[in-house]
């Protein structure tokens, strides 16, 4: 499935039935009174968060949601059937804005929550209703009223644990495949991974936490340099992030060069980005000059635990997964004890 973050969308929830104008009609009562029922309430629109899609694609080609409308009142005072609500599956992460005024209206950030964005229009009332001591036979009822229409604008912000940034080419994809059961495109040229990939890997009691395969970022991303601004609201929602630097001599960029221009970016983008804890792993130790280069980075750096790791052969992976869990925790032990 094509991984879709933006959409636009008109929601129209249901009108309300009419109501009904009728009289009773019974053998030797000729003039029978009003007997006309009211018309059902339209069906609300409702927008509910699911883990089950993680994409927007859905939205791209619907011009409209509408919910039923209710049904009309008849005689005998037999009120109109409501109309169907029309539920709204979105992925969690994401945010609903009103497409005319910019306002955010709901984000949705947890499993099954709603939201009913459009409510049903109120059935008319019956000429029944409308009998008086004084009008025994009004032959007048109520219409429905319209449901509510909205134009709304959503946008997707992945919600992981983990966020894996770095350069085009670092081993992302790679790294993630090894982390989890994710199964991204793998290649040897930049840009391989055009969309965020999320990957769940289980810790050492069975418990899974989300990690997600940031696509490559360089230098002027904030401006849309690359792959640019579009992927770094992504980085936003993540708990932690694992900074993944080529340390290959293959690279053009030396790993210190590499660290410092991510770090620039996520800071030009949004100054909360460089307070997001960060484990930095060097990657490609297997490879010519490696290890010399990370001696390099870490004396520049200076006393940073940095871990040293190959995706390719799997080399130092228990280790990075046994310190990606006990930050996890650490990070969800924060949230509950600074959670008001």
């Known amino acids: 499935m094509k991984f879709i973050d933006e959409a636009s969308v008109t929601v129209q929830s249901g009108n309300g039935g009419r109501g009904c104008v009728s009289f009773r009609r019974e053998k030797f009562i000729e003039r029978g009174g009003p007997d006309g029922g009211d018309g059902g309430d339209g ?3 409702i927008l509910k968060a699911t883990t089950a899609s993680r994409t927007l694609q859905e939205f791209r080609y619907t011009q409209l949601i509408k919910a039923e409308n209710g049904g009309h009142g008849q005689g005998q005072q037999k009120y109109g059937r409501k109309g169907k609500d029309r539920v709204v599956a979105l992925p969690v992460g994401t ?12 984000d949705f950030t947890r499993t099954d929550e709603t939201l009913v964005i459009a409510r049903g229009g109120r059935g008319g009332q019956g000429n029944k209703k409308f009998a008086t001591s004084t009008h025994r036979a009004p032959r007048f009822a109520q219409p429905g009223e319209p449901g509510e229409m909205f134009q709304l604008r959503l946008e ?9 940034i770095g350069f085009p080419n ?6 993630i495949r090894r982390l989890s059961a994710a199964k991204p495109k793998i290649g040897n040229y930049p840009f391989t991974t055009l969309t965020p990939m999320i990957g769940m ?3 050492n009691f069975g418990e899974p936490f989300a990690v997600a395969d940031i696509p490559g970022l360089i230098e002027g991303a904030h401006d849309g340099v690359g792959l640019g601004i579009r ?14 630097i080529d340390a290959s001599a293959i690279s053009p960029d030396d790993p ?3 660290y410092r221009i991510i770090n620039a970016e996520l800071a030009a983008f949004s100054p909360e980005l460089p307070k997001k804890k960060q ?3 060097l990657n490609k130790m297997d490879l010519p000059e490696a290890e010399n280069l990370a001696d390099q980075f870490c004396a520049a750096l200076g006393p940073t635990d940095v871990l040293r790791i190959s995706a390719a052969t799997a080399s130092g992976i228990p280790k990075l997964k046994n310190r990606l869990t006990r930050a996890v925790d650490a990070y969800h032990e924060h949230r509950k004890n600074n959670t008001v």
């Open 279 to 281: 484990l930095i792993v």
């Open 170 to 175: 670092a081993g992302k994809s790679t790294l």
């Open 256 to 258: 210190l060069s590499q």
């Open 201 to 203: 890997v289980e810790n």
């Open 95 to 106: 945010q609903v804005y009103d497409a005319e005024t910019g306002e955010l209206i709901k």
């Open 43 to 45: 069906g609300n629109v």
């Open 156 to 164: 997707l912000k992945l919600l992981a644990d983990v966020g894996i």
């Open 231 to 244: 992927f770094l609201k992504h980085v936003e929602r993540t708990g932690l992030l694992l900074h993944l």
